[in-house]
């Protein structure tokens, strides 16, 4: 047999900062006879052969230089997000997170949520301790140089799109539709958000386990040697995956299916046949449905629940939002266009037209389509598969806040399944029997015309995360009518430096949230920052009743009673801010100055050598440690209240 790009072959990828090497066997449908299973035929099995005209076939030599000018094309696409700068998230989760700047944090990762380093015993809704040691090694790398971080992005994202190859190779069964739905995968503007926004590495990273243990399952399935290290290297890999993102519970669910579909039929009746399929896939899985469980008591250990809603919904209102949220997501596969960083989609509350009969209408005529499709095709059942469960997680929508609830990212495992039908849709074109380069030539002119499109659409589209005020411009130009657009409008104009017009905004939202931490907490930082200290010290209070253990909200709020002149008070506030997050940076240079005023220079000297041990490169507390060790007394001048920029942010 000869040695091809899919038969056999190792293949290498980048896994972290790790390799693993598998190897993979597969028949190509339209050069070979293949046996396919029928899910329709009960149990029998049905011998299909190519029904398209013969054709030149495939080589492995034109497969590889394919595949490797798609991965290249993909790189050069996102290859202008090397000169990005850190947006949203990045400036905080990368810029002041502490726990990525020394290993002692490392037990951390794994008992609290990703955002415990700024509101520690807050609880959360992101377990994800591989994530966070993906942050720490590239901080170790790269330090705060945002190129690096950008550069391991593109690479996961393109080691995703060689493995989509691969799994579409094995699961169509079909070289050419293989390529083409790497071509679409990879060069799909909807991944932008995930590639251009270093924080949304996560899909790329989970993506990169998930298919990797999904691959190992089906090697152990149909080569059946080695069995223990396939399985062992498979769970392994799904182990990786959960605790990069929750998502990946749903690989057991694929496996499942999967196994149904290809299982051959057993018993005496279409009965039987169906608790033998069922009873063999359950089997199967009781290995992945351990590690689910022992993963799922880690998570609730860590973040005191599984999920940790923001909001209280009806599960009347999720279902009523779902048609509005399937469409919306079924419009951006298929028309990746105007992509932005938020979307203007709120809970739906009544059953209306607009909101919910037509979106469901349509998406129950394309849901239809599907399930005839792939009744017919086992091919299409098994790309179905890849592009429905993956969706299932973020349809429960009452764990995320109103007008959170749909990103682009959230499309990045379910567009997988999409690329590998539009795939074998595409391979499949015949028209005209001209050749180029040996192949139909309508098969060549698009994937070129695809190629173009989809790699301009990307330039286009990952453009907005370029740095700040890219963001905000796009930001801005979309609309913003429910409450919480107008938050998230209202955080950006705070980050942009307008802080009276977020002011404006805010105090608009205010009266239909006034318990809502999130609006008190960054109305009264608003006006901190514009040093209207009454109104500061009131909505952070608020901020403080609302949600006690929110350092930041007491940080400020000592700050606020500081320069009003409450230096007892302000002592008391800074202190619990610090109990409750003793690693934070500018804290304890705060508390140094307070403590400095009230004539306590052993504690204020105390104090500022635990934030220059936070922060080396901070003179103002090597500074004020001088003085005082210099036998200075009495409190100097000007002593800088404000905590460096990037601290913290109006969000």
């Known amino acids: 047999m000869n040695r091809c790009a899919d038969d056999p072959i190792s293949l290498s990828f980048l896994l972290g900062h790790g390799i693993i090497l598998a190897r993979y066997q597969n028949e190509d449908a339209s050069e070979r006879r293949f046996l396919d299973l029928n899910q329709d035929s009960g149990d029998t099995a049905t011998l299909l052969t190519a029904s398209q005209p013969p054709i030149a076939p495939l080589g492995d030599r034109a497969t590889r230089v394919t595949l490797g000018l798609i991965l290249a094309a993909v790189f050069l696409s996102y290859s202008d997000t090397l000169w990005f700068q850190f947006v949203l998230d990045d400036r905080v989760q990368i810029g002041d997170n502490t726990w990525l700047r020394s290993w002692r944090y490392l037990p951390r990762y794994f008992t609290g949520d990703v955002w415990s380093f700024m509101h520690p015993g807050f609880p959360g809704n992101y377990y994800r301790p591989v994530f966070l040691l993906w942050l720490r090694l590239q901080y170790i790398v790269f330090g705060l140089n945002p190129w690096g971080w950008h550069f391991c992005t593109i690479l996961a994202h393109v080691g995703v799109t060689l493995l989509v190859y691969y799994l579409s190779v094995r699961l169509v069964k079909d070289r050419r539709a293989a390529l083409f739905a790497a071509l679409i995968f990879g060069l799909h503007p909807v991944h932008a958000e995930a590639?251009?926004?270093?924080?949304?590495?996560?899909?790329?990273?989970?993506?990169?386990?998930?298919?990797?243990s999904f691959l190992c399952y089906l090697h152990r399935k149909t080569e059946h040697t080695h069995d223990r290290a396939w399985l062992s290297a498979s769970l392994a890999l799904y182990v990786l995956a959960m605790l990069a993102k929750e998502t990946a519970l749903v690989l057991p669910l694929i496996i499942l299916a999967s196994e149904v579909i290809g299982s051959e039929p057993g018993g005496t009746s279409r009965w039987h046949a169906g608790l033998h399929r069922v009873g063999g896939a359950l089997a199967v899985i009781a290995p992945y449905m351990v590690l689910s469980a022992a993963y799922l008591g880690l998570r609730v250990t860590a973040l005191r629940g599984f999920q940790n809603p923001r909001e209280s919904r009806p599960?009347?209102?999720?279902?009523?939002?779902?048609?509005?949220?399937?469409?919306?997501?079924?419009?951006?596969?298929?028309?990746?266009?105007g992509l932005g960083p938020v979307y203007d989609l709120d809970f739906v509350t009544r059953l209306d037209v607009r909101n919910v009969l037509l979106p469901a209408l349509v998406v129950a005529l394309i849901a239809t389509g599907l399930a005839v499709w792939a009744a017919r095709s086992a091919k299409a059942a098994r790309a179905t598969l890849w592009l429905v469960l993956p969706i299932l997680p973020v349809l429960y929508l009452r764990v995320f806040t109103s007008g959170q609830f749909v990103h682009d990212r959230y499309l990045y495992l379910p567009s997988i399944g999409f690329a590998m039908l539009a795939g074998v849709g595409l391979s499949r074109v015949r028209i005209g029997s001209a050749r180029l380069l040996g192949q139909p030539a309508i098969l060549v002119v698009l994937a070129l015309v695809l190629t173009l499109w989809l790699a301009t659409s990307i330039n286009e589209e990952t453009a907005y995360f370029a740095n700040p005020n890219t963001y905000f411009t796009r930001a801005n130009s979309m609309p913003a009518n429910s409450a919480t657009a107008k938050l998230n409008l209202a955080g950006m104009l705070g980050e942009q430096g307008h802080l009276d017009e977020a002011i404006k905004i805010y105090q608009q939202v205010w009266p239909t949230r006034p318990d809502d931490w999130d609006v008190n907490y960054n109305l009264g930082y608003a006006y901190y920052l514009t040093g209207r200290l009454p109104e500061a010290d009131r909505f952070l209070s608020r901020a403080v009743e609302l949600e006690a253990n929110h350092p930041d909200a007491l940080f400020y709020l000592g700050l606020t009673k500081l320069k009003k002149g409450d230096i007892n008070s302000a002592a008391a506030d800074v202190q619990r801010a610090i109990a409750i997050r003793p690693d934070a940076v500018h804290y304890h240079f705060a508390m140094g100055v307070i403590l400095k005023l009230q004539g306590n220079l052993p504690g204020a000297l105390s104090e500022f050598h635990q934030e220059m041990d936070l922060d080396p490169d901070d003179a103002s507390a090597r500074e004020q440690a001088r003085e005082i060790e210099a036998g200075q007394s009495a409190a100097p001048q000007g002593i800088p209240l404000e905590p460096a920029p990037g601290s913290s942010a109006v969000r």
Do not use: C
């Not at 009523?320 to 266009?337: A, D, E, G, I, K």
């Open 195 to 212: 590639v251009a926004w270093i924080s949304g590495v996560t899909e790329p990273m989970l993506a990169i386990f998930l298919i990797a």
């Open 315 to 337: 599960i009347f209102n999720m279902v009523l939002t779902w048609p509005s949220v399937l469409w919306f997501y079924v419009r951006h596969l298929f028309w990746p266009v």
